[in-house]
């Protein structure tokens, strides 16, 4: 067990110096037996190649291990990480050689004299073990010297360091430029609001919240512009502190009897006073941490004279925290969003040429603005940057224009991504640079990163009783809230909290990768040259080998480089795209192999890769590639734990499959794949099987033969996406012996809701499914699901997700009232009361909500204020969207959904109302069939009181209309602003 970390400063000043000095003492021996041992000739020879290939393997990772002398961190946490990871580390060494003992005093049977062969059955059992054993300590300690204690001494990190950090000014960094493109829409919103909020003198708080770049500091600068006002928070120490108090404090700093608490304290009782019955207006830049919000928002007095404060922060949870509701303030988060198309082009011209019409004609031209346009994302520090780089190419005569002149990253994008990267807490910025092994532009899947994070053992905290896939999911979120990362904006997947795909920006990504290269991280086809560069260092620089490569642009040196390169120490490896000869039989010690969308991989180059005795390989990955045949040799790499060959041709899945008895997750969507081997029943330690199609019910094409061996897969975790319209009712039945399944996706046919022998079984095997907390079933059209209405419980009340599309029920099943950790939930009934509406406001937990009301109501549809705490997403598929939404209703929700189809004639108040009192909202899309539908005078009612309501709204509200966004519809009124000033 590992030590706890003291908080006191150990003896010499050197944090966790003994434990160090203990691991050299066990590694430096280690290394050299380890040595000794692969050169024995005779009986001790090493005759099996998967032990001398495991232990090469440790003796290439121990070499390899970095003990700085200091940590750049004093905190306690960061000690006590150290210290942990210090003394695992000698643990897995200390297992190792005991193993060797085991190994010494009885040789394996391959050295062995004919006359000991009636001992070798006897002997086989121990051999297999301790074959096992070196290649799960090779794993092991490859994931020990992946952890982010292992690298955080190589980081050039001035924040922790205290050396401080070179910024770009805020007006350059983060406004993005002079010229104001995009924002004269939601300023004007904001200012609406901010005017009516102030007529009942309540103090308003808004936070401005978004991504580096994106133009925070300009908005919130433009609002105090527009407001007017004069007292700014720069000034307030100096103006607000009396003299006499300034000397005071001064002089008790110098004695050291004053914390950084009392002098904080003694700000804010001053800035208090003297605010206590004034108006104020405040601007406070860029805070990181909800508690700086708590220790200084005392200072600005609830005086009820409507005053204004107004917050950035690039942290979703900061931003949310700030705007909690209390008795005197009025709170509104504000998400800046990168500009559309249309705005980024208007912006890169105007700062680059002066105007739009000043601009170069000529299709190479267009092309580089594309491309330059494609790169920003949006976001206007960059299209300013890149302005820039125009602007200096016109002055210089240049009137060339070519792609492949675009610059792939400027020194004033790294001066102003730099602190999104720094300010990271230390765990997870390992985890953010392995963004750059993925190409450009590509959408990251949450649950594909997190997996990849863990195989990797960026995500391990030992002696932390921790699942190391719940804190990668953590890892994640707070990724997200810190807009790290960001989902991709208009994906066509369906609004579901978790199903959106993620991207990090172009220039994000580059300037990531040189962060990687210069640590000795991970390497891309652009900067493996300073590897190349590196490769033979010792000492501090050993660092500098291809441990991970990321090759997914061409590069005519890129061959030569890595048949000139020793690639025996990399250990993950991702190609795609266009490259080409890429020597896979040099990378002999893999752990991650991804070829994802690679162009050229070929057939025998899979069985390349079978072949080549990869016995520490974890993760492969084929997918979206041409390849045809999977190999029956794959059964070679023993210590598989992924297997991906969705998207490909593959036909068959050869019965050696079955073989790999450490397969946890499997991928077999959109293949030629028909019927997968009885043999599958022999994966016992599999988890995640996914067959059929993307999310859609299985068509005939895609349906996969599920054998009855499945159901004996105890551990099987993830079951997606079944077809069960060919599966006998026993079969479905015995499903339910799948006890340990929490993700469930299957279809289920219209006869299969007619006949009772399958619906007994499908509710037989739902009692049966304790842990379940996902279930989805995709029907046929007009199935009848209710059935499932005579459920007397859920299978499972910690259920997080319930999905059910095409069926229908008479309305809402009562057992759902007992979900109380349901975070999402689509389902479609043929009538609706207020019970029924009641039963789904009352589930606290509930973030996602498509409802399909297969009926047009007599009736407004009335969602009162109390229910729906949690609701950020709301769908409603209706011929009549008969919906009235109270004061104070569904006070997180953000975005709300339509679809509407012809419906029955009705009367004039038969459309949506109440939007305006949606507090939280941010889009509304509305869908109709523009063939069907256009010339229906209930669709222009319903399209009409959605875009007033729209209008109308304090909020700066995106609308989309059948996929189209609508930027005229909430144009400011004057008028009413005047209106509003006059009354005040």
């Given at each position: ?338 500009l559309n198309k249309r705005d980024s082009e208007r912006l890169l011209l105007i700062e680059a040429f002066g105007s739009v019409d000043g601009s170069p004609k000529g299709k190479p031209f267009r092309n580089v603005c594309e491309e330059i346009l494609r790169r920003c994302g949006g976001i206007p520090l960059f299209i300013t940057g890149m302005a820039g780089w125009l602007k200096e190419r016109q002055q210089k005569g240049y009137t060339f224009y070519s792609v492949e002149q675009v610059p792939q990253t400027l020194k004033q994008f790294e001066q102003g991504l730099a602190p999104t990267y720094y300010e990271l807490p230390y765990q997870l910025r390992l985890m953010f640079l392995y963004m750059s092994m993925f190409p450009q532009g590509y959408r990251i899947a ?19 009783h921790c699942d190391a896939y719940d804190l990668a999911c953590r890892c994640f979120s707070e990724l997200a809230d810190r807009n790290v990362i960001i989902r991709v904006e208009n994906c066509k997947c369906h609004p579901e909290i978790e199903a959106c795909p993620w991207q990090v920006n172009c220039y994000m990504l580059q300037f990531l990768a040189s962060i990687s290269a210069e640590m000795g991280f991970a390497f891309t086809s652009t900067t493996l040259a300073s590897a190349k560069a590196g490769a033979g260092a010792t000492g501090d620089n050993k660092r500098a080998v291809p441990r991970r490569l990321a090759l997914h642009h061409p590069d005519p040196e890129l061959p030569r480089l890595l048949r000139t390169m020793d690639l025996s120490q990399t250990r ?413």
């Amino acid at each position: 067990m590992a030590p706890a970390a003291s908080e006191e400063q150990p003896k010499g000043g050197e944090p966790a110096a003994e434990e160090k000095e203990e691991v050299v003492a066990v590694v430096e021996p280690l290394r050299r037996r380890i040595s000794s041992v692969l050169e024995a000739v005779g009986p001790l020879r090493v005759t099996s190649y998967r032990m001398r290939y495991s232990l090469e393997f440790i003796a290439m990772e121990l070499a390899l291990l970095t003990l700085s002398p200091q940590p750049a961190s004093q905190e306690y946490h960061v000690i006590y990480r150290l210290v942990v990871w210090l003394n695992y580390l000698k643990e897995k060494a200390m297992d190792i050689e005991s193993m060797l003992d085991q190994y010494e005093a009885h040789p394996l049977h391959h050295a062995l004299p004919r006359s000991a062969a009636p001992w070798f059955c006897r002997r086989r059992d121990h051999d297999s073990t301790l074959h096992g054993g070196f290649l799960s300590s090779a794993a092991n300690l490859y994931c020990a010297t992946e952890h982010p204690c292992s690298y955080r001494y190589k980081m050039n990190d001035p924040v922790l360091s205290g050396s401080g950090l070179s910024l770009l000014p805020h007006d350059v960094a983060e406004e993005g430029g002079l010229h104001l493109v995009g924002i004269d829409g939601p300023a004007k919103k904001l200012l609406r609001w901010l005017r009516l909020t102030a007529a009942d003198k309540r103090t308003t708080v808004i936070s401005i919240v978004g991504p580096t770049g994106v133009g925070k500091t300009t908005f919130a600068m433009e609002l105090h512009r527009r407001l007017q006002n004069r007292l700014l928070l720069k000034r307030i120490l100096s103006d607000i502190v009396k003299p006499r108090e300034l000397e005071v404090l001064s002089s008790e700093r110098s004695h050291a009897t004053t914390t950084l608490e009392a002098e904080l304290e003694l700000l804010a009782r001053n800035i208090r006073e003297r605010l206590q019955d004034k108006r104020y207006f405040i601007l406070i830049e860029d805070i990181w941490e909800a508690s700086d919000w708590e220790k200084i928002k005392g200072a600005f007095p609830k005086n009820k004279c409507g005053s204004q404060i107004l917050i950035t922060t690039r942290v979703r949870s900061v931003a949310r925290s700030c705007c909690s509701e209390s008795d005197h303030h009025e709170g509104l988060v504000h998400e800046m969003k990168p500009l559309n198309k249309r705005d980024s082009e208007r912006l890169l011209l105007i700062e680059a040429f002066g105007s739009v019409d000043g601009s170069p004609k000529g299709k190479p031209f267009r092309n580089v603005c594309e491309e330059i346009l494609r790169r920003c994302g949006g976001i206007p520090l960059f299209i300013t940057g890149m302005a820039g780089w125009l602007k200096e190419r016109q002055q210089k005569g240049y009137t060339f224009y070519s792609v492949e002149q675009v610059p792939q990253t400027l020194k004033q994008f790294e001066q102003g991504l730099a602190p999104t990267y720094y300010e990271l807490p230390y765990q997870l910025r390992l985890m953010f640079l392995y963004m750059s092994m993925f190409p450009q532009g590509y959408r990251i899947a949450k649950e594909q990163l997190i997996w990849k994070w863990t195989i990797e053992g960026l995500n391990s905290e030992y002696g932390i009783h921790c699942d190391a896939y719940d804190l990668a999911c953590r890892c994640f979120s707070e990724l997200a809230d810190r807009n790290v990362i960001i989902r991709v904006e208009n994906c066509k997947c369906h609004p579901e909290i978790e199903a959106c795909p993620w991207q990090v920006n172009c220039y994000m990504l580059q300037f990531l990768a040189s962060i990687s290269a210069e640590m000795g991280f991970a390497f891309t086809s652009t900067t493996l040259a300073s590897a190349k560069a590196g490769a033979g260092a010792t000492g501090d620089n050993k660092r500098a080998v291809p441990r991970r490569l990321a090759l997914h642009h061409p590069d005519p040196e890129l061959p030569r480089l890595l048949r000139t390169m020793d690639l025996s120490q990399t250990r993950s490896l991702a190609v795609s795209g266009e490259v080409d000869q890429i020597p896979l039989d040099k990378f002999i010690y893999l752990v991650v192999l991804d070829l994802e969308g690679w162009k050229n991989l070929k057939d025998e180059d899979l069985l390349m890769i079978c072949t080549s005795k990869q016995y520490l390989l974890k993760y492969l990955s084929v997918k979206n590639t041409r390849v045809r045949k999977l190999p029956s040799e794959i059964k070679e790499l023993c210590c598989l734990k992924t297997l991906d060959i969705s998207h490909t041709q593959i036909s068959e899945l050869p019965s050696e499959v079955c073989e790999l008895e450490d397969l946890l997750k499997m991928d077999l969507r959109n293949t030629q794949i028909r019927q997968l081997p009885e043999q599958i029943a022999g994966l016992r330690c599999l988890q995640d099987l996914r067959i059929g199609g993307d999310g859609i019910a299985n068509s005939d094409e895609t349906a996969t033969k599920i054998p009855e061996g499945v159901r004996h897969v105890y551990r099987l975790v993830t079951l997606a996406t079944v077809d069960l319209s060919e599966c006998s009712s026993s079969f479905v039945h015995a499903l339910g012996d799948l006890s340990q399944l929490m993700v469930l996706a299957i279809t289920w046919s219209f006869h299969q809701c007619t006949e009772g022998s399958y619906s007994d079984a499908l509710l037989s095997s739902l009692k049966k499914w304790r842990l379940l907390e996902s279930l989805t079933i995709y029907c046929g059209l007009g199935c009848s699901m209710e059935f499932l209405s005579s459920l007397s419980k859920p299978p499972n009340t910690r259920l997080e997700k319930f999905k059910v599309t095409g069926g229908r029920f008479v309305s809402v099943p009562q057992w759902i009232k007992r979900l109380k950790h349901l975070a999402f939930l689509q389902i479609t009934v043929c009538k609706m009361v207020p019970h029924d509406l009641k039963i789904l406001g009352d589930l606290h937990s509930l973030r996602c909500l498509v409802l399909g009301l297969e009926f047009a109501p007599s009736e407004g549809i009335v969602v009162e204020s109390e229910g729906f705490s949690e609701l950020l997403k709301f769908s409603v598929d209706c011929p009549v969207p008969w919906l009235n939404f109270r004061t104070g209703a569904m006070r997180k929700l953000k975005y709300l959904e339509l679809k509407v189809c012809s419906g029955p004639p009705s009367r004039g108040s038969a459309v949506p109302s109440g939007i305006g009192n949606l507090r939280s909202l941010m889009d509304v899309v509305l869908y109709y069939n523009q063939k069907w539908c256009s010339g229906s005078s209930h669709i222009k009612k319903t399209v009409e009181a959605v875009k007033k309501e729209v209008a109308e709204h304090c909020n700066p509200i995106d609308l989309i209309i059948n996929g189209t966004r609508d930027d005229g519809v909430q144009k400011f009124d004057e008028e009413t602003e005047i209106q509003s000033e006059v009354r005040r």
